[in-house]
């Protein structure tokens, strides 16, 4: 059986990319994970590729259990994991309490971890690994500071998995968008002042994964970049010493 799985579907990024996957037409099913069962369920109805609903909270050490003991019964040929599941939190370090903080690590990080190595066994030749990641993976960003860290986390394990898989000819991709038009500023903004406040571009998120699709059957890329701004922004960040790219930043959210 060869199956894609997607986990945060039931949102954003995530339930763009079931709809992007369904398009392909070459799986037997999806299987989409996020909190929200309703949201899952409500995917059944939406597209032509039968969808396995999970509800599982990737924070929850007992969903890796339930994750595992699926995988061990099902057995499935994964040709395509998609780890959308994450969120970030704009403010400084006295506004986000710690415990916060060390959520983002836990599903960011973490939990990203835990279901691309749980799941690679489950993979054959040929099979791809989709990691969302973010513009901000690239360099420091003050007033989202932890959910940078985490993102450059992803960005440098994405990296260095996909070298290592190379003999397994198993792909490892990481997404790094700009500003997506989803549900993340939902769960940002909330109790917090205004410490961001200037988005230069907004991009669709069908329109980012779009661009996903297309970069994951090219066998160089090992990271996708939706958008000439943002790919010259990557560039900057290269060529210039972080400091100023970090100033660039504080004057762009009237900080300095």
Known sequence: MGIAIVTGASSGMGREFVYALDQENKYDEIWVIARRRDRLEALQTEVQT???????????????????????????????????????????????????????????????????????????????????????????????????????????????????????????????PGWVKTEFFDRSKTDCTDAVTYYNVLYEAKDVVATAMKDMYKPKKDVSIHGLPVKLQVLGVKLLPHKLIMRIWMKQQKHA
């Open 50 to 176: 039968p969808v396995v609903p999970i509800a599982l909270d990737l924070t929850k050490e007992e969903s890796f259990h339930t994750y595992r003991a699926l995988l061990a019964a099902k057995a499935p040929d994964v040709k395509v994991l998609v780890n959308c599941s994450g969120f970030g939190k704009f403010g400084t370090y006295k506004e986000i309490d710690p415990e916060v903080s060390c959520e983002m690590i836990d599903l960011n990080c973490k939990a990203l971890v835990r279901m691309t190595e749980y799941t690679l066994p489950y993979m054959q030749k040929g099979a791809h690994v989709l990691q969302l990641d973010s513009l901000s993976s690239f360099q420091p960003v003050p007033y989202i500071g932890v959910y940078g860290a985490t993102k450059a986390f992803v960005l440098s394990y994405s990296r260095a998995l996909n070298v290592e898989l190379k003999p397994r000819g198993i792909k490892v991709m990481a997404i790094c």
